[in-house]
């Protein structure tokens, strides 16, 4: 079973940054690929960014790229997804989540986290 608990969610006014992070379970079964998902509203969960943990390759939705970047410490057992340059649309629950295998697109990883808001002001 691998447990994932995010932080770092909070209010930020368009422009600015955040970091948001996510650790893992030490158990690394089921966490060949860490990811990024957001859910706003009345809107589906939709992909924000992906990474394969030990090779370290990126994959990221054209709304984000250039502007957020998603990182990993092994040794803290640690996902990270830095937020810049925030726009309104950015606003939503944040969720982290794992799954065994490549990289996907898809909200179907087999464990998730409980989420963190990040709202974006105007």
């Known amino acids: 079973q691998v447990q994932l608990v995010e932080s770092g969610g909070g209010l930020v006014q368009a422009g600015g940054s955040l970091r948001l992070s996510c650790v893992a379970s030490?158990?690394?079964?089921?966490?060949?690929?860490m990811g990024w998902f957001r859910q706003a509203p009345g809107k589906e969960r939709e992909f924000v960014a992906a990474?394969?943990?030990?090779?370290?390759?990126?994959y990221y939705a054209d709304s984000v790229k250039g502007r957020f970047t998603i990182s990993r410490d092994n040794a803290k057992n640690t996902l990270y997804l830095q937020m810049t340059s925030l726009k309104p649309e950015d606003t939503a629950v944040y969720y982290c989540?794992?799954?065994?295998?490549?990289?996907?697109?898809?909200?179907?990883?087999?464990?998730w986290g409980q989420g963190t808001q990040v709202t974006v002001s105007s």
């Open positions: 990474i394969l943990w030990s090779e370290g390759y990126t």
């Open positions: 989540a794992s799954k065994g295998g490549p990289i996907s697109t898809r909200p179907t990883y087999d464990y």
């Open positions: 030490v158990r690394t079964f089921g966490r060949d690929t």
